[in-house]
């Protein structure tokens, strides 16, 4: 990396980079090939080739720029600096401001960056020489459930590779009510799709239809799914550190299909005191912002968190799994309403074939999701018991490291451990009740079943009685009516 580059040079560089990793390597990594599609067309999604075309003939892809903020965290003995959060009112302002490896001090930075577009990606990978495969895994949009891409997009590195990597990649769901137009198509959806004006990004959303009773009615809610991953690296002549962290911007729908609320998670701080200030509204319009809101208000009650987190980059995201692990929460007591509906409807009224079928189709749907929010909550958990990525900074490996904060930094990090057990636990109950309310509608399925073929058994029954009075009738009738020489009264009767 060479000060004197000129930005446009650094971009070209990268680009010809990741160009030539992509298409010319006999094995290339998963997801190069979306990054290259991303740096040249400006976004990335999964879309069916009708829905790509149309989007471009709306005006996609995003034109909004990136939201971009610069942590600056001071180091133990460092009295030039002091702990500040910096927006930048214009992207290209980020030229300028990009703190440099070989940089004395020992404050850290965190560059935070919400809906990254191509130069802001080229720009920051060219100048800290990054694997791009930090961003490759970032905007490679893949679906959940299913799997239209080939194989080899979906491949994950070995853990020895994982350990040897300097970034990590967290997906989370976030669930937000949603508000239909009247006239909108998507009542019949159980996926929804963003607005591409509003982000690079086009990864889906779930829809869910909540059951509900004659005296209780829920709107339907999106279970949006959202990216959180981090690149860093340790300053080459201090203690300190520099990372990234790509951010999504907040799921929107297209206008006409109707908008989402707001996160619904609960605030993992304490409540403030009375002459402390609270942006509540901050915390609920973005990720972005409830993470530094939430990071500057620890950071103004605990000058240790700031010291330690100087040195100590997983230390610094504490917050961030905080929020992801509330969401969680958020997350699982939705489904537990659904299973809860599903049970009082089959207490309270005798449900019919086509009932019992719709719930059975709903609860497979459910598990589906559920094993697969299980699996993200593991990875989460992973990345807490791991403390992050082994390259980088701790206060078990700087220089200045001490006990203490060791103790600190270890504390909070046990502290995530257990919020994630916990979740883990309440999802492992949820998809047990899942598992014993789809045993209980397949045995109330063949009972449903058996009770047709009981009452069609029945109705050949009638008419086998029937039968069996009015036939010997008929017989006689029929043979006394014959007109021939076999008739009644004939020769040959």
């Known amino acids: 990396m060479a000060s004197t580059i000129q930005p446009h040079e650094i971009r070209n560089r990268y680009r010809e980079r990741i160009k030539r990793l992509s298409k010319y390597t006999i094995t290339p990594w998963p997801g190069l090939e979306s990054l290259w599609k991303f740096i040249e067309n400006g976004y990335s999604c999964h879309f069916s080739a009708g829905s790509l075309r149309k989007m471009v003939e709306e005006g996609a892809p995003c034109n909004i720029p990136p939201d971009i903020s610069i942590v600056s965290i001071p180091g133990e003995g460092d009295l030039s600096s002091k702990f500040s959060i910096t927006d930048l009112q214009n992207p290209h302002d980020l030229v300028g401001r990009l703190p440099s490896l070989v940089d004395n001090s020992q404050s850290s930075q965190l560059i935070i960056i919400e809906n990254i577009c191509s130069d802001t990606l080229t720009l920051l990978g060219g100048y800290y020489d990054i694997d791009p495969q930090f961003f490759a895994q970032y905007t490679n949009v893949l679906s959940w459930y299913q799997m239209r891409e080939k194989v080899p997009e979906r491949l994950t590195s070995l853990p020895s590779t994982r350990n040897a990597e300097d ?8 669930t937000r009510e949603l508000f239909e137009e009247d006239d909108a198509s998507i009542r019949a959806r159980s996926v929804i799709w963003p607005d591409m004006k509003n982000t690079r990004l086009g990864d889906s959303a779930g829809r869910l239809k909540p059951i509900s009773g004659p005296e209780d009615t829920f709107p339907p809610i999106a279970f949006t799914r959202q990216c959180f991953s981090v690149w860093c690296k340790k300053k080459t002549n201090s203690n300190g550190w520099i990372a990234i962290m790509l951010l999504d911007r907040p799921f929107q729908l297209r206008r006409k299909y109707g908008v989402l609320g707001p996160s619904e998670y609960r605030n993992p701080n304490l409540r403030p005191n009375g002459d402390d200030e609270f942006d509540g509204d901050a915390i609920r319009q973005s990720f ?36 992801i692990a509330s969401e969680w929460v958020v997350v699982d007591e939705y489904v537990k309403r659904e299973l809860a509906n599903i049970e009082r409807h089959l207490e309270n009224k005798e449900p019919t074939f086509q009932e019992l079928e719709q719930h059975l189709k709903e609860l497979y749907r459910i598990r589906r999701r559920c094993n697969k929010d299980h699996e993200l909550v593991v990875e989460a958990a992973s990345q807490c018991e791991k403390r992050g990525q082994a390259l980088w900074p701790s206060s078990k490996t700087t220089l200045q490291g001490n006990a203490g904060d060791v103790t600190f930094a270890e504390r909070h990090a046990h502290d995530l451990e257990e919020d994630f057990k916990f979740i883990l636990a309440n999802m ?26 009981l009452r069609e058994n029945r109705g050949i029954s009638f008419l086998t009685l029937v039968a069996t009075i009015f036939l010997p009738s008929e017989i006689v009738a029929t043979v006394l009516g014959i007109q021939t020489q076999y008739g009644p009264g004939a020769r040959s009767f």
């Open 167 to 174: 970034f990590l990649l967290l997906r989370h769901v976030s």
């Open 288 to 323: 972005k912002k409830a993470f530094c809101s939430s990071l500057k208000q620890r950071c103004s009650r605990d000058e240790t968190y700031i010291s330690t987190c100087a040195a100590n980059t997983f230390l610094a995201l504490y917050e961030g799994y905080r929020i």
């Open 428 to 453: 492992s109950i949820t998809i047990s009740r899942i598992e014993k309310d789809i045993s209980l509608l397949m045995a109330l399925v063949a009972i449903s079943e058996g009770r047709q073929s």
